[in-house]
């Protein structure tokens, strides 16, 4: 239990479904983040939240749009994707960090499997 | 190209074994993290090296941060069932506070 939940941990939708991948940290931290695990690739930074405002966006396509309602809660919505999006979405948390330049711990959840029809 | 080459990509050992994974990159970070990634759950911390040359320890895992501050090793003493998993490394860079992951070992310890 890392202080990180994610639901759903499995999803599988059409090209024209609209979902949304939900995550909270129970670790009183200010920094949010969606990143993209596929197969042989190296895990993909989405997006960065730090106190609720966005701070990332790595050029991500629009039909995921990212929702950061308070400190403790992130949203992934979901809409028209392609079978290429499938993969493990991870959301992942960390303190405010005093040093510029030296990450902090990031706290992951276990992911959300998504499979696109 | 990749900013993080690690290797072996893949690594299957019997119980018992020593062995060492790679980090290599031609870049300095300005610091290193290694993950562990168990099947089914998010990556796990395992330690963050800043210094050139720094050696951490942890229980039969030894890290090592190169003294130019581009690549970095993990060993295992003696692997157990318990470490199969995805060893991923993490870099910054310069003044960046974002991570920057490799693609990973992934290592079976077979009992």
């Known amino acids: 239990e890392t202080g990180v939940t994610q639901t759903p941990r499995h999803l599988v939708m059409g090209m024209t479904n609209k979902k949304s991948l939900k995550c909270e940290q129970h670790?009183?931290?200010?920094?949010m983040y969606w990143y993209k695990q596929s197969a042989k690739k190296p895990l993909e930074l989405m997006f960065v939240?730090?106190?609720?405002?966005?701070?990332e966006n790595n050029s991500v396509p629009s039909r995921f749009s990212p929702e950061c309602p308070n400190s403790s809660h992130l949203f992934l919505h979901l809409h028209t994707l392609q079978p290429e999006d499938s993969a493990l979405y991870l959301c992942?948390?960390?303190?405010?960090?005093?040093?510029?330049?030296?990450?902090?711990?990031?706290?992951f959840g276990e992911g959300s499997r998504l499979t696109v029809l | 190209t990749q900013l993080l080459e690690q290797s072996p990509q893949f690594l299957s050992i019997q119980e018992g074994e020593n062995l060492t994974v790679y980090c290599n990159s031609s870049?300095?970070?300005?610091?290193l993290q290694w993950y562990r990634q168990e099947p089914g759950e998010g990556p796990v911390l395992l330690v963050t090296?800043?210094?050139?040359?720094e050696v951490k320890k942890l229980k039969r895992l030894t890290f090592q941060f190169g003294d130019a501050r581009k690549d970095s090793s993990l060993h295992i003493t003696a692997a157990q069932p318990g470490d199969t998993g995805l060893y991923l490394c993490?870099?910054?860079?310069?003044?960046?506070?974002?991570?920057?992951f490799g693609k990973g070992t992934k290592l079976t310890v077979n009992p």
């Open positions: 992942a948390s960390s303190q405010d960090r005093a040093d510029p330049g030296r990450a902090g711990e990031l706290f």
């Open positions: 670790l009183g931290h200010n920094a």
């Open positions: 939240y730090n106190f609720k405002e966005q701070t």
């Open positions: 870049s300095v970070f300005s610091s």
């Open positions: 090296v800043v210094t050139g040359g």
């Open positions: 993490a870099v910054t860079q310069g003044g960046s506070e974002k991570l920057v």
